[in-house]
């Protein structure tokens, strides 16, 4: 797999014009200056794979700090911003992955992107072959804040990366997941079944509840007739004789502890319950209006016409005959008779209405009666007591406590009381119904009802709620039950009748939770031996696998520094855990010496750990095979002892491994030697300038001289001395003469007259007459005073003459690069190099 191009517009440093970079080489080196784009290109590259920002993740501040850092501060909201790459695939096919920027980073809120490939929508490029891990580097791009994560994070983390890093996350994700499972099997609540199992325990029916404990049995069905089984000889034990089965054994313990319960203390007789719903009131509107909507006389007469009209003789006669109700004779005509039927018809609605009326009314009668027997039943059954009952129960409550006899007397008079008061509410339960008879009779006849005569509800709703708040308030029986609840238990506590009841009938439940209990236990149990056996698998595969990562560390390490005392001794795991990690480092006194290990975060020089950091990226691309690798600025200027074995050494070994590597730098030497020595590999050459910052940066190809003396120049730009700078005069100067021989030579063969840059140089090859040719060539007015200022700031630095301060030169610089690309524009691949 490869990359075939690059295209960025919108993201960071590039602008407005989308720029595209031709990556159809193995080998891509980006020259760069300070702040033109070079790191944009990189994390651009990063933003394409991941669609995030790992500096956001790694560096420091908060989050708020980047919003809005991923789009050019110059272009308007609506503006796209996208990042697209042509990947050819093993099948030489070219796919087009393309990620557009949705949403910038906002606060606490990460940024949103979309992904596609060839116009669909995907999640992830791990189908092409380009893969990312858990944590902050997650794709195969270098950057200077990713340069030293793996060392400068904690130990912890670090053995998070090298996990990920290693594909062993699964594991422990599996670990984990195993020890959560186990925790959660230790935390379960106990059920209702097996909570009154361990109180059966603690009586004197113990034997048989540990005998219920101890049952091992295959299934729950053979579980339940086990159960079942000592449940009936627990039943034999208190009763003195077998049972016919659980249901029998269960009434016939509830009626033992009632009748022991009573022979303590009644406490059952004092138990109050709620009457059931008032039912609705009858709705008589209907037939209200219906009634008065009829003549009262018609209405009365209703039932009577209805009856003549069923005499079939009467209903179709055709001459007059005797009224049969008055007697009248020759009373009923024909029209007499179609008179009626038209009236009958007229009032049809109102016998609907009374028929539902009267139905409505006599079912609200009779469930008033039901309501009304519901209140009554609702009194304790101690008010019934007689004198008798109420002495004895008053001396069993003095050998209970010296309160007790307080509080029954208390309850007593309360009950008393309610039952006073749902006297009274039945009694105005009876008004009601009263008034709901007057009302059927009044329905009956299809009177109208009177003003007044409804049905009313306002006395009784009134006793009721004043009954029902005493029914629901703390009241003198909740005092009662509260003293002697706890001593009757304490009573028949240690025989455990009341233990035993209360499993018998939770047994469907202990059934299943002591069912589950057992395979609980046996899961529990293999769950911790996985538990022991991971976390040393985990330990043994981290040791195999640090140790091939370790040797292709070393190896990487090698090529970056050769031949010293002082070199890596691998990724360690601290002591005997899998939580930290270390990165050793092996000292050595002289070549033949043993070497001493030590942490090497705390004995590595800057230039060292930097070697380490590009080290164990690359060996992390190697482990992950990760088609290509980014790399900006792997090697710090700090560090230009290493330039010369790294662009030899490591960037061969990457290549010659089939890796893709694009390198980026702002080191002119590091990007002429990581060309030249890697020649034979055809390296595509860019030079990243920022003319204009809504445009964006541009990548420019550097495969020619003009631009190779333009590198040459930089190396000098920047140096404090005057003998520094003359470098940079003579590459500029010399850069000015081919650009010069490229427009005169380009022009003339556009003309019709063929000519090479050589031809152009046997006629003139210094730049003070090269520039007369270039007059007529020059495509605006300040590009011929550009080309007269050249030699004259130039020239200066070539002889004994002061050197021309930076300022100067990177005006010059500036220039330069303004002509090369005004002329570029104008004849494309026409511009003869």
């Not at 760069?32 to 590259?45: I, Y």
């Not at 409804?454 to 004043?466: G, N």
């Not at 985990?538 to 040797?551: E, H, P």
């Not at 034979?680 to 631009?707: C, H, K, M, R």
Request: proline letters at 4%.
């Amino acid at each position: 797999m490869r990359l075939e191009w690059l295209e960025i517009r919108g993201f960071r440093a590039f602008g407005s014009e989308a720029r595209r970079m031709d990556l159809t080489s193995n080998l891509i080196v980006v020259h760069a200056g300070n702040s033109q784009g070079k790191t944009s290109l990189a994390e651009a590259v990063e933003f394409l794979v991941t669609g995030r920002s790992s500096r956001r993740d790694l560096f420091g501040g908060a989050k708020a700090e980047y919003n809005e850092s991923l789009r050019n501060a110059h272009l308007p909201a609506n503006d796209p911003v996208w990042v697209a790459a042509g990947i050819r695939n093993d099948a030489g096919i070219i796919r087009e992955v393309r990620r557009e920027l949705v949403t910038d980073f906002s606060g606490a809120t990460d940024c949103d992107s979309r992904l596609t490939v060839d116009g669909e929508e995907v999640s992830s490029l791990s189908f092409l072959g380009i893969d990312t891990i858990e944590g902050a580097i997650a794709a195969p791009v270098l950057l200077q804040h990713t340069l030293r994560y793996v060392l400068s994070t904690e130990p912890k983390q670090r053995a998070t990366y090298f996990k990920a890093l290693l594909a062993l996350s699964d594991l422990d994700l599996f670990r984990e997941r195993v020890r959560a499972q186990a925790a959660d099997l230790e935390h379960v609540s106990t059920g209702p079944g097996l909570l009154s199992l361990q109180r059966l325990s603690q009586t004197d029916l113990a034997a048989f509840a540990i005998k219920i404990q101890q049952l091992d049995v295959p299934n729950r069905e053979t579980l339940r007739v086990s159960m079942e089984q000592v449940l009936l000889e627990a039943g034999t034990d208190v009763l003195g004789r077998e049972s016919e089965s659980i249901s029998h054994l269960i009434e016939t313990l509830d009626q033992l502890v009632r009748e022991r319960n009573d022979l303590v203390f009644p406490l059952n007789d004092f138990i109050v319950a709620l009457p059931t719903e008032f039912p609705p009131v009858p709705d008589l509107s209907t037939y209200i209006e219906e009634i008065r909507r009829a003549d009262e006389i018609s209405a009365t007469l209703l039932p009577v016409l209805t009856a003549v009209l069923r005499v079939p003789e009467i209903a179709h006669i055709d001459q007059p005959v005797d009224c049969p109700v008055c007697l009248t004779a020759d009373g009923l005509t024909p029209e007499r008779v179609k008179d009626i039927q038209t009236r009958l018809r007229d009032t049809t609605q109102l016998s609907a209405a009374s028929s539902a009326a009267e139905n409505a009314v006599r079912n609200f009668r009779t469930h008033l009666q039901t309501w009304a027997n519901s209140v009554k039943n609702s009194i304790p059954s101690a008010t019934a007591w007689d004198h008798t009952r109420e002495q004895a129960v008053a001396s069993a409550a003095a050998g209970l406590s010296t309160e007790i006899p307080v509080l029954l007397t208390a309850a007593l008079e309360y009950v008393r009381r309610i039952a006073a008061r749902a006297q009274e509410v039945v009694d105005a339960a009876r008004h009601v119904d009263a008034t709901a008879a007057e009302m059927v009779d009044l329905v009956h006849r299809r009177v109208n009802v009177p003003d007044g005569a409804t049905i009313s509800l306002v006395d009784l709703e009134e006793l009721l709620s004043e009954f029902l708040d005493e029914l629901s308030a703390d009241n003198e029986i909740v005092s009662l039950r509260t003293a002697v609840q706890p001593l009757l238990s304490t009573r028949l506590q240690s025989e455990g009748t009341q233990d035993l009841l209360d499993v018998l009938r939770l047994l469907e439940e202990l059934v299943a939770e002591q069912y589950s209990e057992k395979r609980r236990t046996i899961v529990l149990q293999r769950l911790k031996s996985a538990d022991g056996a991971l976390k040393k698998a985990i330990g043994t595969v981290l040791d195999d696998r640090f140790a091939k990562m370790s040797s292709a560390i070393m190896r990487w390490w090698g090529s970056i520094r050769p031949e010293e005392l002082v070199g890596f001794a691998g990724v360690k795991r601290r002591a005997a855990g899998a939580i930290f990690v270390n990165l050793v480092a092996a000292l050595q006194a002289d070549a033949e010496g043993n070497a001493v290990e030590r942490d090497a975060l705390g004995v590595f020089s800057d230039s060292q750990l930097n070697a380490l950091g590009l080290s164990t990226f690359l060996a992390r691309a190697e482990l992950v095979q990760s088609p290509f690798v980014f790399l900006d600025d792997p090697i710090p200027g700090s560090d230009g002892d290493h330039r010369l074995t790294f662009c030899q050494n490591t960037l061969a070994e990457l290549l010659s491994s089939g890796f893709q590597v694009i390198v980026t730098t702002y080191d002119p030497k590091l990007a002429e030697l990581a060309q030249t020595l890697n020649e034979s590999w055809g390296p595509i050459t860019y030079d990243l300038t920022l003319l204009n910052v809504a445009e964006g940066t541009e990548p420019v190809q550097s495969s020619d001289l003009f631009s190779n003396y333009m590198l040459q120049g930089e190396d000098g730009l920047n140096a404090p001395t005057a003998v520094g700078r003359r470098g940079a005069c003579t590459a500029y100067r010399s850069a000015a003469e081919r650009l010069a021989k490229q427009i005169i030579a380009t022009n003339r063969t556009a003309s019709g007259i063929f000519t090479s840059v050589t031809d152009v140089e046997q006629e003139a090859t210094m730049l003070g007459d090269l520039i007369p040719l270039l007059g007529p060539f020059t495509l605006s007015a300040d590009e011929k005073g550009k080309w007269q200022v050249i030699p004259k700031v130039l020239n200066p630095g070539n002889h004994d003459d002061g050197a021309p301060s930076t300022i100067e030169l990177k005006q010059i610089r500036g220039n330069l690069r303004q002509i090369a690309k005004a002329h570029k524009q104008k004849w494309g691949r026409d511009l003869i190099r």
